[in-house]
């Protein structure tokens, strides 16, 4: 099992900055690998982006490259999301997951379903 608790989520004005934190616990979070995904209302869940186990890879949706960074601290048992430059269109649930089926490898999914557990999200909410 792995137990999942995000952070940092809120309300922001456009063109600022937020730091999302995920807190990982169960299994040995250095071993697999950590995604970020989102939910506005009345849309289906969407890919944000994904790290490896080890950090060195990462890969984000088009709609968010260049503004945000996953990144994760394996003593800390923690993965980030910084988000810059955001925009009103970032307004969603923000949801951190975990694919154990990944363990030690370079492959990273984009697709919800192929994530084993999910924490329980936090709001973000840009204003105009």
């Known amino acids: 099992q792995v137990q999942l608790v995000e952070s940092g989520g809120g309300l922001v004005q456009a063109g600022g900055s937020l730091r999302l934190s995920c807190a990982a616990s169960?299994?040995?979070?250095?071993?697999?690998?950590m995604a970020w995904f989102r939910q506005a209302p009345g849309k289906e869940r969407e890919f944000v982006g994904a790290?490896?186990?080890?950090?060195?890879?990462?890969y984000y949706a088009d709609s968010v490259k260049g503004r945000f960074t996953i990144s994760r601290n394996n003593v800390k048992n923690t993965v980030y999301l910084q988000m810059n430059s955001l925009k009103p269109e970032d307004t969603a649930v923000y949801y951190c997951?975990?694919?154990?089926?990944?363990?030690?490898?370079?492959?990273?999914?984009?697709?919800?379903?192929?994530?084993?557990?999910w924490g329980q999200g936090t709001q973000v909410t840009v204003s105009s």
């Open positions: 169960g299994r040995t979070f250095s071993n697999y690998a």
């Open positions: 997951a975990a694919d154990l089926t990944s363990t030690r490898t370079s492959t990273l999914r984009v697709v919800p379903d192929e994530y084993d557990y």
């Open positions: 790290i490896t186990w080890s950090g060195g890879w990462t």
